[in-house]
Nanobody
Framework: QVQLVESGGGSVQAGGSLRLSCAAS????????MGWYRQAPGKQRELVAA???????NYLDSVKGRFTISRDNAKNTVYLEMNSLKPEDTAVYYC??????????????WGQGTQVTVSS
């Protein structure tokens, strides 16, 4: 069993910053790509940022230059540093990880989601 536990969401004013964390635990042999998605009310879930095990990053165009994704492979943790937040960043943020478990199985896992609210 693998679990992803997120933390760091909250409410901020426009222009503020937040840092999200997501720690994976359980029967983990290896983790490939990790990422952050978000879903605003009435909208589809979208990929915000992703990072491979080797450190290659990609970002949603609207967050480039404001958000930074990073990971600590020793801690099986992925982070999302969010600066210059805008009201349109308001959403539930979910982390995702491509996990190989100790039985050799491989699948995506999701965190429970953390609310980010940016007020104008």
């Amino acid at each position: 069993q693998v679990q992803l536990v997120e933390s760091g969401g909250g409410s901020v004013q426009a222009g503020g910053s937040l840092r999200l964390s997501c720690a994976a635990s359980g029967s983990i042999l290896a983790i490939g790509a990790m990422g952050w998605y978000r879903q605003a009310p009435g909208k589809q879930r979208e990929l915000v940022a992703a990072i491979t095990s080797g450190g290659t990053r990609n970002y949603l165009d609207s967050v480039k230059g404001r958000f930074t994704i990073s990971r600590d492979n020793a801690k099986n943790t992925v982070y999302l540093e969010m600066n210059s937040l805008k009201p349109e960043d308001t959403a539930v943020y979910y982390c995702n990880a491509d996990v190989v478990n100790r039985l050799g199985g491989r699948r995506d896992y999701w965190g429970q989601g953390t609310q980010v609210t940016v007020s104008s």
